[in-house]
Each structure stands twice: as C-alpha cells, then as structure tokens.
C-alpha cells in the first residue's frame, strides 16, 4: 500500500522534473520517506544553479557510498 508520505514523494518528484528537467537525486542511505520529502521541497525552491551544486553534491556522496560499500566491484578481477 502507498503511504501518503510515498504520494507526496511521487507529486513533489514530478514537479520537481518539471523545473528542473532532472530527476531529484539524493543519498537516501539512511533516511525516511519524510526526510527525503521535506528536502526535495527544500532543494525545490532553489535556483537551478543552487540547485545543480546540490545534484552533484548528491551525485558524489552516492558514489563515494557505493565505492566504499563495494570497493571496485570486481573491477580488478576483470581487469586482469
């Protein structure tokens, strides 16, 4: 079943597309529903220039979550 916290997110998500023509990203490791709902409203009424530095910042905690969760993913084996 869909929590309205879930509806929310879904509503927000599109809008937020709409402005921004990307979809929202953030590290949601470790966070509820309602956490990552009141920073994608936050993060939504931002420039698309604030708003840009935030994605990247995302892009970058995300990545570094997963290198250290999987470091090289079996990335050495294939390489040799």
Do not use: C
């Amino acid at each position: 079943k869909v929590t309205s916290d879930q509806e929310e997110l879904l509503i927000w998500g599109k809008k937020y597309l709409e402005k921004f023509g990307v979809k929202f990203l953030i590290s949601a490791k470790g966070k509820s529903g309602k956490e990552m709902l009141g920073i994608l409203v936050e993060r939504y009424h931002r420039t698309r220039e604030e708003e840009w530095k935030a994605a990247r910042e995302a892009l970058a905690e995300i990545t570094k979550k997963r290198m250290i969760a999987h470091p090289l993913n079996g990335l050495r084996d294939d390489l040799e």
